[in-house]
């Protein structure tokens, strides 16, 4: 089942409470910054049996035995600790499904349970969930107009997302859409040119939306160039949303949008906050009609339990009935990272390139010993660090910094050490991506749960490829047209 409803509060409750046990219980991994492996000393908390076994396993063989959500490596001869296989075994099932959706007959069948009777005259099937939703009609004519400056990634996600959009307006009869967090405005493009719906798009940052303006223009110019009529341009709008804020309507009216009654609301990637305000303005706002947004940059939401306007937690079941939470900074960031092609990585030729976790690791234990104060520092990035020597990497990701890494401590027998153990590194930063669909799918759930206290029936769906677009998982609330559900 890829499609999870939040209608049941007990069934999401009871959910999210064995999520909270099983990352309680390994709060040591979530916690563990891959780049404080050396200084930590990360290896020795594992169990003595996993840290044995991983000593024995090829990093091809952690990929497809371990971390590849598809199962276990036929050619591997090592018998796993049972522990290790409980780890992974729990971690799998306690996570939502990440594989994308192929049609669109989930959110038909979604809106059909909301009592909307013209939802089944919708329809829309993605054959291979990678690829483009090819469009028709004047927006198959815009198809080269709108892949300018879009790269394949970007194109599956306005592919997918529009398409669910416009499919949500059509049958709510809702054809205002506010983008928040629009950007240089590809979503908003391809919703209102594509498929004629109103759009709104609020950006806090001026040069995005004067960038969106101008790509509007080229866009128009292409329509003329085709001879393709009554088109829809949006409107954008430099505007920063307050967590605070809890009528967008209203707002809206009050700068200079009075004809908006009733609008929808997207976000594509919404960063920390941003969803859970996008969230709480759904909720209480009856202007808003439907909400489709994915989030990302789970690190960057307020925790402050005693804030009402938190990103995390959301739902009073969670603030009140589950404490202490697991929920760290760095638990929040491992939730960001690609599970599924981290594991294709390991499991081809790529895998001299993840030496570079290793580099970083060993040169942040002289980091501290030289200049403590730069913990965790942000340093320079440095390409193609795996084809050079760690004097090298070294030397250049501390270019601009006022350091001076002497030639003994670079080159010392400790640091060889360190550098022989790299694979260590990155089986132990494996481990932990093991857990990140669990993290993200506590936050999703928390979200979905929130909705259901105040009355509103919502839904989380994997809607783009999670090899393309890692962030995919869409939150869909409609509010019905009588009555909550």
Not at 88 to 108: N, P, V
Not at 139 to 163: A, C, D, I, N, W
Not at 199 to 214: I, P, Q, R
Not at 395 to 407: F, G, Q, S
Request: aromatic share 8%; glycine share 6%.
């Amino acid at each position: 089942m890829v499609l999870t409803l939040g209608s049941d509060c007990h069934a999401l409750q009871h959910q999210i409470k064995n999520c909270h046990i099983f990352l309680n219980s390994y709060k040591w991994l979530t916690d563990s910054f891959v780049l404080d492996f050396f200084s930590e000393n990360h290896w020795a908390k594992l169990p003595s049996s996993w840290a044995h076994t991983l000593d024995l396993l090829s990093l091809e063989e952690m990929g497809k035995s371990i971390l590849s959500p598809d199962g276990l490596c036929s050619t591997s001869k090592l018998v796993l600790p049972l522990s290790l296989l409980a780890f992974k075994a729990a971690a799998k099932s306690l996570a939502l499904e990440r594989t994308a959706i192929t049609s669109l007959e989930q959110i038909i069948s979604y809106l059909s349970e909301l009592g909307f009777k013209n939802a089944t005259q919708q329809s829309g099937v993605w054959v291979n969930p990678s690829s483009e939703c090819k469009p028709t009609g004047a927006l198959g004519s815009l198809t080269q107009v709108f892949h300018r400056q879009v790269k394949p990634k970007k194109q599956h996600e306005l592919y997918r997302m529009g398409q669910c959009c416009a499919t949500i307006s059509e049958v709510t009869k809702c054809k205002t859409v506010v983008d928040v967090g629009a950007g240089v405005g590809h979503l908003s493009r391809f919703l209102s040119y594509g498929y004629g719906l109103d759009l709104l798009c609020l950006e806090c940052v001026e040069t995005f939306g004067s960038a969106a303006v101008k790509l509007d223009g080229k866009l128009e110019e292409a329509c003329v160039k085709l001879g393709i009529a009554n088109i829809t341009t949006p409107k954008h709008i430099t505007l920063t949303l307050n967590p605070n804020t809890s009528n967008l309507v209203e707002l809206l009216n009050s700068h200079g949008f009075s004809q908006i009654s009733a609008c929808g609301l997207v976000g594509l990637h919404t960063c920390g906050d941003l969803g859970p305000t996008l969230i709480r303005n759904f909720a209480v706002d009856p202007g808003i009609k439907f909400i489709l947004a994915i989030g990302c940059c789970y690190m960057k939401m307020s925790l402050d339990r005693t804030s009402p306007v938190r990103g995390y937690p959301m739902s009073n079941f969670v603030l009140n009935q589950l404490k202490p939470s697991f929920v760290s900074y760095e638990a929040l960031e491992v939730a960001c990272h690609a599970l599924e092609s981290y594991s294709d990585r390991l499991s081809d030729f790529e895998s001299n390139k993840l030496k570079v976790h290793c580099y970083r690791a060993t040169l942040e234990t002289l980091l501290l010993q030289l200049e403590p104060p730069l913990k965790r520092a942000g340093l320079r990035g440095v390409k193609n660090a795996h084809l050079m020597p760690f004097e090298e990497y070294a030397r250049k990701a501390v270019d601009k910094m006022d350091v001076v890494l002497d030639e003994g401590d670079l080159s010392s027998q400790y640091i060889q050490s360190c550098l022989e153990q790299w694979q260590r590194v990155v089986i132990f930063y494996s481990l932990r991506l093991m857990v990140a669909p669990v993290i993200e799918t506590i936050v999703q759930l928390d979200r979905l749960l929130y909705l259901a206290e105040q009355g509103w029936c919502g839904c989380l769906l994997p809607l783009f490829d999670c090899r393309l677009s890692p962030r995919n998982f869409a939150l869909l609330c409609v509010k019905p047209e009588s009555n909550h559900c």
